[in-house]
């Protein structure tokens, strides 16, 4: 087997829309396409995922064609398929795409026949261009195993924006089917214009009412222009979660802390404690500011999403 | 004079192209579209700027249409317009449109005759969309006085993307005539194949000469991934810095870091001293690698455009 150098973004002389003749997954393989012939995720957690293949592995993927609700790698019995265990980000694959995710590293999606998607070809194998991943998460299925999830947007597409918590609504709008997202371009200006001053409104105040102090480590990011912190979403915005823009759903947090809690390094309690997920114990409590009431139920979502037993 | 209330985004009634039908400024406020008859600025540094007026009021302007380099408020003689005094942040308006940068709100863009730009219209004044502010610097003009510019790039266009760092061909392919930025959608994909991936080996590289630590406070963030850092362009990419994509001009740095290095909080010696910008105090010096060289022109280039006399 020749050896396979993963190259980022588009392979030359293989353009979105290629399919591979034969309809085998080893072409793509010699296309320098995707690596594995079985495994979905082709990455590593060190140097990321250069592409992903969707073919039904997974019934909790979700494809909407520009925006893929991707599952991780794991937890399945070899033979029947069926999930015995939980998946984790100790998996390769798993943490490759949580790599790309970081890194802001472009994501060959290929899409296969056995896929349960009107997106999916009739037959064989397509590349189906760049995407990016947007975040991950943890589900509880009905059968009670968890599995990692990944929201990936295709580059350059209508989904594909600077802030993913800003155009809310793009991804809100469809909540309803999951196969009526609009292939076409949404017109992201027009329809977010309330959202925009009401985002601007609510910001504002989460930050006025801390002074810019992050609600975990207590500092503020001092700039030229003035202290600095960001309003974080706890249950986030847009598809599948659907957070609300609310001030109860929202955290004044420095970047580092913000990165932190949306990639589930610490959680919240109910009495609102500040717990490490790395090595579970429980450090400050949450800087609070009797005005600014925290929705428990939002709380708990978070905590859904990166802890088994919440 | 009625009150004017500060929206952000679109205007209802008030779709883009809309033109005050006599042509005059009162208008626009009267609209609620921007609140200032002469200043080009309107909001304020704790809300964000809501809109701006391009009108030939600085000629250190640079309109591409889709992108803007915007030049700051102040230093002007009133009755002369000649440039008298470096511009700050202090100033309301500069302020404003720094927050606007950082809390990514939408700045709604109107166009008036006297700016030399093809974009212009002929006479009077054009609301021309929504804009999002990128990135702010100070540029030394000619005559030794310093100005304060923000790029600015219209939402939902091929400019307006996910990471400003990530598709700086985007930016960078025209460097050499200022008007030639095409209208017309940019097919991204295809033109940032190998950047992307010279981008993932670059940033791969200087992340594990530093084991992810931040080469100014020597902390990492760790995630349930593990640990976590961001590549940060010492000299930025893109219009109108074009710093190029190698290690030499490159730092691993935490979030927070990231964010005061992008927006002058501290700069660097030609030593390698850190030096924070707000009080001039030395700090502990970068954390280097020997195999890790920084090219002093791209620290240089940075320090210029922080501090008059670097």
């Not at 592995?57 to 398929?81: A, F």
């Not at 265990?85 to 100790?90: F, R, W």
């Not at 409590?285 to 925290?294: C, Q």
Request: charged share 25%; glycine share 10%.
């Amino acid at each position: 087997m020749s050896t396979y150098i993963r190259i980022f973004g588009e392979i030359p002389g293989y353009p979105e829309g290629w399919a591979p003749p034969t309809g085998k997954r080893a072409e793509l393989r010699e296309a320098g396409i995707h690596a594995h012939n079985v495994a979905g995720i082709s990455g590593t957690a060190d140097e990321g995922a250069d592409a992903i293949v969707l073919n039904g592995g997974y019934p909790d993927d979700d494809d909407r064609g520009l925006l893929i609700i991707y599952t991780g790698h794991g937890g399945q019995d070899s033979s029947t398929k069926k999930q015995i265990a939980d998946q984790d980000l100790k998996d390769s694959g798993n943490a490759a795409l949580v790599k790309s995710q970081l890194d802001s590293l472009p994501v060959r999606v290929i899409r296969g026949y056995k896929e349960k998607s009107p997106h999916a070809p009739a037959k064989g194998y397509r590349y189906d261009g760049l995407y990016r991943v947007v975040r991950h998460w943890f589900k509880t299925r009905n059968d009670g195993f968890r599995v990692c999830q990944f929201l990936m947007v295709k580059i350059d597409s209508p989904y594909d924006v600077p802030d993913p918590d800003y155009p809310d609504d793009i991804f809100t709008e469809d909540n309803s089917s999951a196969s009526q997202v609009p292939v076409g371009p949404v017109r992201r200006t027009k329809t977010t214009v309330n959202k925009a001053n009401r985002r601007a409104t609510v910001v504002k105040e989460v930050k006025a009412l801390h002074t810019n102090l992050c609600q975990v480590c207590g500092n503020t990011v001092e700039l030229p222009s003035g202290p600095s912190s960001q309003a974080a979403h706890i249950q986030a915005l847009g598809v599948p979660h659907n957070g609300p823009d609310v001030i109860e759903n929202i955290l004044c947090l420095c970047p580092n802390d913000h990165l932190r809690f949306d990639n589930g390094a610490f959680y919240l309690t109910d009495n609102l404690e500040v717990v490490n997920a790395l090595d579970g114990k429980i450090g400050r409590p949450l800087r609070t500011h009797p005005e600014h009431k925290i929705g428990t139920e939002y709380v708990r979502y978070h905590r859904a999403c990166w802890v088994k037993v919440p």
